[in-house]
């Protein structure tokens, strides 16, 4: 192990809370996801290029996911 390890691990958010309550870090990371997501198909839609893809709903959830596990690799460093 490192010397600064101990450290580092107390850096990442073990949860987040607002009031008095605690919600896991992945939620934050979710909400941003299905933001992305959303703005992403509305700008898909705005261009008329949501008519490409066969299913635009199922694009749509894909996007969400790739964009939550993109924030959760930003967001919280593993």
Known sequence: MRSGS??????HPHELYIGEVFFPPLLLDAVLGFAAAW?????L???RLSR???HPPLVL???AVIYTGFFSILLLPG
């Open 6 to 11: 101990k450290r580092d691990m107390s850096m």
């Open 39 to 43: 703005l992403t198909g509305r700008l």
């Open 52 to 54: 490409y893809f066969y």
């Open 61 to 63: 959830i894909a996007l």
């Open 45 to 47: 839609n705005r261009f």
